[in-house]
């Protein structure tokens, strides 16, 4: 199921021009054993893209441990149709996207071991379109 938010402000913002600023966020987890998908680089997530990335993750686990997703698209996008003359409008929704700085963590693995969470993380790293690291918690 695509994530996308239940009421926003206005229906149609303008579209976000810049990446996102650089952010330093710290990790305070305990004891548990924790894996974490931390960009690299800033940019944009897709809603599709966060939801394959999460489904394939929890393939790979087979349902084990606790994922969370900190991140939400909440940015909508609009596009007109393509054959659509100039006027009339702004266009209709096409898609959610979530802005991500680079180092803000995407996805968080809990409650599961090495050997089965680093490859799980890899491959919904591969869902995604950008850099991404895998730290231990």
Known sequence: MLTQPKKTKYS??????QLPQSSTQTHNLGELTCFA????????LNGRQIEAARQ??????KREGKLEIPIFPDIAITRKASA???GKGKGKINHWVASVAA???IFLLYGIDAEQGIPA???GANKLPLKLKIYQL
């Open 56 to 61: 394939n993750i929890r393939r790979r686990v």
């Open 103 to 105: 180092g803000r963590t």
């Open 121 to 123: 993380l890899q491959a």
């Open 12 to 17: 149609k913002y303008f579209k976000p021009r």
């Open 84 to 86: 659509a003359r100039m």
């Open 37 to 44: 998908l931390v960009t690299t680089r800033s940019g944009f």
